[in-house]
């Protein structure tokens, strides 16, 4: 009885004194601090290392804009949703796939250009050949190339009347600001012809079934629910993937 009562108190004081240890022992290591300020540059290095780090976060941070604005992923993902819809297959395949292989695909199609700025802007630049300033310019041309041979002539006429400019003399005299949204609606327009191309063998599906459903008397049976089987398997026959992949990859070239 007596060793009972010995080990209750010890587990009492060793309950007791365990808080003050461990206060003790986080008191007498050093705590980190994080602290952001601005402090005097011993250089004009320093300085400019500092708005370096602020453009790339700036960069950063526009990156999904540029995707979107600037390469061929506007048109790849309407055309994969009007496929979705066409088909009438709701969240299959499920949105976070379509952007994937939205993205996989804009990766292919842009290599060429993003080659380009590779070797031809950051290597010299980050090898110190060229300046920040010569390193846009090369970096921007490739860009500027492919959208160019994307964007119709007439949709640049439309943001160059809206910005009051005088009519450019040749390509290179064409703001970036203005290439970018003519760029945009041509594409638009590109990816919804093909959408409509993709709607009317579906379309032509559906009228098909819902005739027959009528001539059979049977008006409460939804015909999507019908048609559904039979889109899914002539887009199968047809390798309808393969196809729309080629088609939209042979649109840029």
Do not use: C
């Amino acid at each position: 009885m007596n060793r009972w009562r010995f080990l209750t108190a010890m587990l009492v004081l060793f309950i007791l004194i365990l808080p003050s240890l461990s206060m003790a022992q986080v008191q007498a290591q050093p705590l980190p601090r994080l602290t952001i300020g601005i402090d005097q540059a011993k250089g004009p290095q320093d300085v400019a290392v500092t708005l370096q780090i602020v453009m790339l976060l700036t960069v950063l941070s526009l990156v999904p804009a540029i995707i979107l604005m600037m390469t061929s992923f506007t048109r790849i993902v309407i055309v994969f949703s009007f496929l979705r819809h066409g088909l009438a297959t709701q969240q299959s395949p499920p949105t976070q796939v379509i952007l994937g292989l939205a993205l996989f695909m804009t990766l292919f199609i842009m290599a060429p250009v993003g080659k380009d700025i590779n070797d031809n802007a950051l290597q010299p630049y980050m090898s110190g050949d060229i300046t920040q300033q010569i390193a846009y310019e090369r970096g921007i041309k490739p860009v500027r190339e492919f959208m160019l041979r994307q964007t119709r002539e007439k949709d640049l006429a439309l943001f160059v009347n809206m910005a009051q400019l005088e009519r450019p003399e040749s390509e290179d005299d064409l703001p970036t600001y203005i290439i970018i949204p003519a760029f945009m609606i041509s594409e638009f327009r590109i990816a919804f012809q093909i959408g409509f191309l993709l709607y009317i063998p579906l379309l032509v599906l559906d009228m098909v079934i819902a005739s027959v459903l009528m001539s059979m008397g049977m008006m409460m049976l939804p015909p999507m629910m019908i048609s559904l089987p039979f889109k899914l398997i002539l887009f199968v026959l047809v390798d309808g993937w393969h196809l729309i992949v080629g088609s939209l990859v042979e649109s840029f070239r």
